[in-house]
């Protein structure tokens, strides 16, 4: 079974839509570069294929931001996905996770979800974390937040993770309200282990047996970083020219580590002053 492939379907004659994503090298590309304990890359390969279900239901060109920020030993959990299904994904601790499941880790936790459209205004939401897996936080979040019913099923093992979504249109009539509860009633059989192994096509064929699907073209998904040369001299000229000028009287230079894919920038003297050239005098006192 071809892996990294996003399968959007619908259910005929009703108001009910899906999705059904598998992660393979595109979760080990993304990660391979992070020391990650098992028990956390298993929550961000599930946070990962979350977020491929979710910007696949978006009419918008642009990117998604899934982050979960806490005061607990996880600090932060974002992950990036482009209407291209481009993604990357990064974790921040404050010490040793201790326990193996997400709600051990979090305390006076936020889900934060950011939609950076490539025309029109940014849009954020941010809720309390409601839920114990993220699945339920983030249903509890398009509920709550885009009155939307979603119903998400996510699993994550070693450098595999794949999902599962259904959503109710909100032009449904009052008649799909029964064909809804079916399907969840449906799906909320499968196994973490059939969402790994079956591909979406057989999947659907023994989750929903008697429904009229179609199912339409699979896309391509890919572990991809945007960091780059250029967007750090932006980061810099964001940060001004003080700030600047005081980091590298301190280091000599600017270097910085993508979070991500964990390359190496580093900016000499020249290089970041020459980004202010508005103003006449470059000289750095050491």
């Known amino acids: 079974m071809k892996q990294d492939l996003l399968h959007p379907f619908i259910f005929d004659h009703s108001a009910v839509r899906g999705n059904c994503v598998h ?6 590309n993304a990660l391979e570069h992070q020391p990650l304990p098992p028990a956390l890359k298993k929550v961000i390969g599930e946070f990962m294929a979350a977020s491929v279900l979710l910007t696949s239901t978006l009419k918008m060109q642009g990117k998604l931001i899934l982050q979960l920020q806490s005061q607990g030993t996880l600090q932060l959990l ?25 709600s051990d880790w979090l305390e006076q936790g936020h889900l934060v979800i950011t939609l950076m459209p490539e025309e029109g205004e940014p849009y954020q939401g941010i809720v309390p974390i409601e839920g114990d897996s993220i699945a339920s936080m983030l249903e509890n ?18 450098d595999r993770a794949a999902g599962l979504l259904v959503q109710k249109l909100p032009q449904q009539q009052e008649h799909d309200l029964d064909h809804w509860n079916r399907v969840q009633h449906l799906a909320n059989t499968v196994t973490n282990q059939e969402l790994l192994d079956l591909d979406t096509e057989t ?16 896309r ?3 572990a991809f970083c945007s960091c780059s040369q250029a967007n750090v001299a932006n980061m810099l000229q964001l940060l001004g020219l003080a ?7 301190e280091q000599g230079s600017i270097q910085i580590q993508c979070d991500f894919c964990n390359k190496h920038y580093v900016v000499d003297e020249q290089e970041a002053l020459a980004l202010f050239d508005d103003n006449d005098d470059h000289a750095v006192t050491h």
């Open 78 to 102: 974002v992950v990036e996905c482009t209407s291209e299904l481009d993604i990357r994904a990064t974790a921040k601790v404050r010490e040793e996770l201790h326990g193996d499941t997400l």
């Open 23 to 28: 992660l393979d090298q595109s979760l080990f």
């Open 141 to 158: 979040y398009m509920l709550r937040s885009q009155q939307i019913d979603t119903k998400l099923w996510l699993t994550s093992e070693g």
């Open 203 to 218: 999947l659907l064929q023994r989750l929903f047996v008697e429904e009229d699907i179609r199912l339409f073209e699979a």
């Open 220 to 222: 391509d998904i890919r």
């Open 243 to 249: 700030e600047v000028r005081s980091v590298l009287e």
